[in-house]
């Protein structure tokens, strides 16, 4: 009923792993005067030091994410990086958002945004990505969280990701932050006004 009056919107940001994303999308959450609200995903990867389950992902054992999946749960949901490590979004968390009237971000990969496409053509697609691989490889390899191996990995993903970021409407270089969350936040407030619905799942 007030979703028909109230209706939500779907956003999707995706962007090569080291982008800086998560800081942006966490700096839009706190700043941007949109009722914005991240949609939580689930994964089998262990929490990084300072990540809060229920808050940064639903950290979920390789069971418990297999019991979901198969049960329909996800509204998509992939082996991220080809070493057994799956991320998904959970319908539950969309709808209830977006039942709310809230503006849900999906901060997803490539392959996820254009699962969730097929069926939500007219979500407000982000691609954020910091220039140039060499950039990104830096950035990666000053954050340390991740083995060499794991590096390497992510900088091939990112290496296809960059090529299908044509599907995307937006592409943002986030070089200097404040710049970007400016930027972003500027860029929606723009689909403030419009009309058009989100079905809900
Ligand atoms: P990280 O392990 O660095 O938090 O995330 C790795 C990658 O997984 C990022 O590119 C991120 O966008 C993607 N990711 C996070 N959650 C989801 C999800 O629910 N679905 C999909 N398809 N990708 C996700």
Redesign the pocket.
């Known amino acids: 009923m007030s979703q028909m009056t109230n209706p939500g919107r779907l956003i999707i940001?995706?962007?090569?792993?080291?982008s800086g994303?998560?800081t942006v999308v966490q700096r839009l959450l706190a700043e941007c005067q949109l009722p914005l609200e991240l949609?939580v995903?689930?994964?089998t990867?262990s929490p990084?030091p300072g990540e809060v389950d229920g808050k940064?992902?639903h950290f979920l054992s390789h069971e418990s994410f297999t019991q979901k999946r198969e049960a329909g749960e996800?509204l998509?949901?992939?082996e991220?990086?080809g070493l057994g490590?799956w991320?998904?979004?959970?319908r539950s968390v969309v709808s209830a958002g977006l039942n709310q009237g809230k503006w849900v971000i999906?901060?997803?990969?490539?392959?996820?945004?254009l699962?969730v496409l097929r069926d939500q053509p007219q979500a407000i697609t982000i691609f954020v990505h910091p220039g140039s691989m060499e950039e990104l490889e830096n950035r990666l390899r000053k954050r340390g969280t991740e083995s060499p191996e794991a590096i390497q990995r992510?900088l091939d993903?990112a290496d296809q990701?960059m090529a299908l970021k044509g599907h995307y409407t937006h592409e943002i270089i986030n070089q200097e932050i404040n710049n970007t969350v400016h930027q972003l936040c500027t860029l929606l407030t723009q689909y403030h006004g419009e009309t058009i619905p989100c079905s809900k799942n």
């Open positions: 940001i995706s962007g090569p792993s080291g994303k998560s949609s995903s689930a994964t990867r990084r940064d992902y996800f998509e949901a992939k991220v990086f490590t991320y998904g979004t959970l999906l901060e997803i990969d490539v392959q996820g945004a699962v992510r993903v990701e």
